[in-house]
């Protein structure tokens, strides 16, 4: 069993800063995208960064320059750092990750979501 586990949510006034971080457990083969998504109250889950295990980024536009995320490859760990937060920035923030494990000797991949964690700025 693989398992994400989110740490680091919490309530920051606008200007301020917060770090996420997603530990990933269990039978792990390999961890191909990690990434980060959110859902805001009545909004749709969008996608605010990812990374690959090569190290190349991708961003929401919403988020450049303000939000960095980064990873441990050897602590199978993804983060987000997020600064200059604003109030459009309050949802509940998911981890995800495709690793692959290990079935009968053949690595099977698939897409792992942690269980969120909340992010709340005020204004």
């Known amino acids: 069993q693989v398992q994400l586990v989110e740490s680091g949510g919490g309530l920051v006034q606008a200007g301020g800063s917060l770090r996420l971080s997603c530990a990933a457990s269990?039978?792990?083969?390999?961890?191909?995208?990690m990434g980060w998504y959110r859902q805001a109250p009545g909004k749709q889950c969008e996608l605010v960064a990812t990374i690959i295990s090569g190290g190349s980024t991708n961003y929401a536009d919403s988020v450049k320059g303000r939000f960095t995320i980064s990873r441990d490859n050897a602590k199978n760990t993804v983060y987000l750092q997020m600064n200059s937060l604003k109030p459009e920035d309050t949802a509940v923030y998911y981890c995800?990750?495709?690793?692959?494990?290990?079935?009968?000797?053949?690595?099977?991949?698939?897409?792992?979501w942690g269980q969120g964690t909340q992010v709340t700025v005020t204004s």
């Open positions: 995800n990750a495709f690793i692959y494990i290990r079935r009968s000797g053949i690595p099977i991949g698939g897409d792992y």
């Open positions: 269990g039978s792990i083969f390999s961890i191909n995208a």
